[in-house]
């Protein structure tokens, strides 16, 4: 029977909760431009880092490819998706189009639509099964 508790995995601590929020992002050029190349690649990922430092987030692994970034981040429970999604954009864009103009030919960095998508320590089945089995104890 599955079957986990906190020491099992690693959380995220607070005074008033425990956590393992962990999202997958990808972002994309507008009009899936393949601009994030060479030193604009390397800025993107010195800025999402600095984020990462900023905000308490945990990165776990980011990719940047030159149409698109995947980037997974552990996040505390008050800082919600689409505000990560919106800070990591806002600032990689104001900070790649002024260092590197030749981004501003398109007329956005970024198209306005992201993906997004939760995980945590343990997968979807191993958590049904622990909730269904609370009923037999």
Known sequence: MAKFSCEDYEYRRTEGSVSSLNYHFVFVP???KAVLVE??????????FELTQEHGWK??????MPDHVH???NAPTHESP??????IKAKASH????EFPELLKLPSLW???????STGQVNTD????????????
């Open 30 to 32: 507008k009009r899936r």
């Open 39 to 48: 030193n604009v690649a390397q800025r993107l990922r010195e800025i999402i």
């Open 95 to 98: 900070h790649l189009r002024k």
């Open 111 to 117: 198209s306005p639509s992201y993906f997004v998508a």
């Open 82 to 87: 689409a505000d990560i999604a919106r800070w």
């Open 59 to 64: 990165l776990i692994t980011l990719e940047v």
């Open 71 to 73: 980037c997974f981040i």
């Open 126 to 137: 191993v958590v049904k099964r622990y909730i269904e089995n609370q009923k037999s104890k």
